[in-house]
């Protein structure tokens, strides 16, 4: 194993194999995965902040296997931040918490290609920040689809006077959020919420949508994934890399963005790679920025 000291932001940090390639189809090296979190790492930390990551890892690259690590590992350095969340029965699991570039860059290095976080920051585990939308399509429909219900979707949260944003999953489908940041929604409302509307949605378009986990429900429709609404699940961060093929990204849109490429017919207009979400930020800066900010109260239904 191959090993090089650095420092980052005053950490000493010991970096491995570099050299390996994690995408084989495209030759993107951990070299070059170390370098996209570091250089994303002013966008994406402050979806971080403060949230029990759970780190999904590919050692040996996208190709082979996979693991999901919830407890922080042990071998952590002292200044990895980590948060006790409780589990079933009682139990209460440390996660670490990711405050800092170099923070992040050791979970990188970990290979941890993607990073997952909960709806609610760690201090308040069942208070979640936002609401979320997982527009998941069952073949043959696709991300041309999940476009389709996005609007929709946007179309009839606008007329509850409540603003959303959008963001690719980086694999089939998009997400929704809905900001909150009130501090007193609780998972109950936001399920219930997200579970009504997806009914609705269903009632009006049952040819492209289903509120239905089954999978036979899913056939050639866009599956709206409410139960996410859950403290006890996580979605990949945004600006996240992705385990595709190629280093695809949980990239934000904009609506009118949305709008005009999904009016191309082609779907890989709604693939964001690793440099394309890098030059996105540089000129149009965190899209995603009022998911964090932007105080909403969801309305009864």
Avoid at 39 to 45: E, F, M, N, T, V
Avoid at 235 to 257: K, N, T
Avoid at 273 to 280: F, K, N, Q, T
Wanted: a positive charge.
């Amino acid at each position: 194993m191959s090993r090089i000291l650095v420092e980052v932001a005053g950490r000493r940090l010991s970096l491995s194999n570099l050299e390996k390639i994690l995408y084989p189809a495209c030759g993107f090296t951990k070299a070059r995965v170390l370098d996209y979190f570091r250089r994303i790492a002013p966008h994406i930390l402050p979806h971080l902040k403060d949230r029990a990551l759970t780190l999904k890892r590919y050692p040996d690259g996208v190709a082979g296997n996979f693991f999901y690590e919830k407890r922080c590992p042990s071998h952590r350095p002292a200044w990895v931040n980590t948060a006790e969340i409780p589990q079933g029965e009682g139990e209460r699991l440390a996660f670490c918490v990711i405050n800092s570039l170099p923070a992040l860059i050791w979970a990188a290095n970990l290979a941890s290609l993607e990073l997952h976080v909960p709806q609610a920051r760690a201090h308040a585990p069942a208070t979640p920040d936002y609401l979320v939308f997982d527009l998941d399509p069952g073949e043959p429909a696709g991300i041309l689809e999940c476009a389709r219900v996005a609007l929709i979707l946007r179309d009839l949260l606008s007329r509850m006077g409540l603003a959303c944003h959008v963001k690719t999953s980086g694999m089939k489908g998009l997400h929704v959020y809905v900001p909150l940041n009130r501090g007193e929604t609780t998972f109950s409302d936001t399920k219930i919420f997200s579970k009504t509307v997806a009914g609705v949605l269903q009632k009006h378009h049952p040819d492209l949508v289903t509120a239905n986990m089954g999978k036979k429900e899913r056939t050639a429709k866009v599956f709206i994934n409410w139960s996410q609404n859950d403290a006890s699940k996580s979605m990949v961060c945004v600006y996240s890399l992705r385990a595709r093929e190629s280093p695809l990204v949980s990239c934000p849109l904009a609506w009118d963005e949305l709008e005009k490429k999904a009016g191309l017919g082609d779907p890989r207009a709604l693939q964001v790679g690793a440099s394309d979400a890098l030059g996105r930020v540089e000129k149009k800066g965190d899209l995603f920025r009022d998911v964090l900010v932007k105080r909403q109260k969801l309305p009864h239904l």
